[in-house]
C-alpha cells in the first residue's frame, strides 16, 4: 500500500536540486510513490545524471512512474526524423549532449534510449490525472492525442472524461507563489512546473513536488 503519492515537476537537468528535493525534503520511502511529470533533459547541466537516479530509484525498488515531456518527445522525434533534429537543438539540446559525452544522438546508449520510449503520455488514479502538458478537450477521446499531452495549456476542461478530474502537470512554468495560489483555491488543474531550470528570474528556480493525499508541496 502506498503511504505518501509525490508528482515533482519538471528537472530540466537540475539533478542536484533533485536528489535535495528526493533525499532531504520528501525523505523518500519505499512506500512512497512518485510520479514524474517529464523534462528531465535540456536547459541544465546535468540530463545524464538526472536519468541515472531515476533508473537507480527503480532498480532500488522505489515505486517510480516517469511520464514524458515535450523534451523527451523531441529526442525521440529527432532519433527517429534526422529533419527534426534542429527542433530539439533549438530547445537545449546541447547540454544534454555535454552531459551525456556524446557529440550524435547515434552514440545514446541502448538504456536511455530505452527508458525514453517506454515513458507513458500520462497516469490515472483514482480521480487524479498526471501528465506533462495537458490534454485535447475537444477531442473524442483526449487519451489519443499524444502531441496534446506533451504541448497542450490548458486551465479548464469540459470534456466528460476530464471535467470532473484533478489533472496535475507541468510543462508551463510559473512562479512558486501562484502554484501555491492555485493549490489554495481547489482548482482541479494543478500546475507544479516552477522553473526549476530559470533561477535567473525572481519567483522561479525551485523544483517542486505535490504530495497527492494531502496536497501538501515541498
Known sequence: ?????????DIHGCFDTLR????????????DQIIFLGDY???????KEVI???????????????????????????LDRTERLWAWLQNGAEETLKSFGIRSLKDLG??????FRNLNYYFAIDQFLFVHAGFNDKATNPFDDKYSMVWTRNEHYEHPSLKDKIIVHGHTPIPV???RERL???????NIDTGCVYAE?????????????????Y
Open 177 to 179: 507563489e501562484k502554484c
Open 20 to 31: 535535495t528535493l528526493v533525499e532531504q525534503k520528501i525523505r523518500i520511502k519505499k512506500n
Open 41 to 47: 533533459i535540456d536547459r541544465g547541466p546535468h540530463s
Open 110 to 115: 541502448p538504456k536511455y534510449i530505452t527508458f
Open 52 to 78: 541515472d537516479y531515476i533508473l537507480d530509484l527503480q532498480s532500488n525498488g522505489f515505486n517510480i512512474r516517469a511520464l514524458i515531456g515535450n523534451h523527451e518527445a523531441m529526442l525521440l522525434n529527432a
Open 1 to 9: 500500500m502506498t503511504d505518501r503519492m509525490f508528482a515533482i515537476g
Open 184 to 190: 489554495q483555491m481547489n482548482r482541479k488543474v494543478i
Open 201 to 217: 528570474y525572481p519567483g522561479y528556480g525551485k523544483l517542486t513536488a505535490l504530495e497527492i493525499n494531502s496536497m501538501t508541496l
